[in-house]
């Protein structure tokens, strides 16, 4: 994908520090954060309380971030609804799906969303995503943006 970001270009790192702004300074109560490309990695378990010490640790755990392979937006998506009492996911993607075709993404958020809201973020200008990533957050009556 000619528009995706270089995993450790500085424009990548940008998106980074942005993330971990977002977990920084958004006022919620618990959250988590899911790390995924080929595969999917969460900073905890479960949902976490909105600590300072749980904010260093999840500002590590971004910046630690090498993506390597794939987008498994699907199976992202999945671990996140799997958190018990999370009503809100933010999803950051440089890339269209690779677990599964961007549709039947969109149809199994349809199906199993239950009231999360996701709001997606797209990162770089690739249209095949932007629109993948507006119509998801759609479903759901959340929010896009692109940066």
Same mark, same amino acid.
């Given at each position: 994908n000619r528009s995706a970001p270089q995993a450790k270009g500085p424009r990548f790192k940008s998106y980074l520090d942005r993330l971990e702004g977002l977990v920084r300074n958004y006022p919620f109560k618990k959250f988590n954060v899911l790390r995924f490309s080929s595969d999917v990695t969460s900073f905890r378990g479960s949902l976490a309380d909105n600590t300072k010490s749980n904010q260093d640790d999840a500002a590590k755990f971004i910046q630690d971030f090498t993506p390597k392979g794939g987008t498994s937006t699907l199976a992202a998506l999945k671990r996140a609804f799997e958190n018990r009492g999370v009503d809100t996911v933010v999803l950051?993607? *440089?890339?269209?799906?690779? *677990? =599964? !075709?961007? *549709? %039947? @993404?969109? =149809?199994? @958020?349809? %199906?199993?969303? #239950? #009231? $999360? @809201? @996701?709001?997606?973020? =797209? $990162? #770089?200008? *690739?249209? !095949?995503? $932007?629109a993948f990533l507006k119509e998801l957050a759609q479903v759901t009556g959340g929010r896009f943006q692109g940066i």
């Open positions: 950051f993607s *440089d890339g269209s799906p690779s *677990d =599964a !075709k961007p *549709d %039947a @993404v969109k =149809a199994w @958020v349809q %199906a199993n969303h #239950g #009231g $999360i @809201v @996701v709001n997606c973020v =797209a $990162i #770089g200008n *690739d249209r !095949k995503l $932007i």
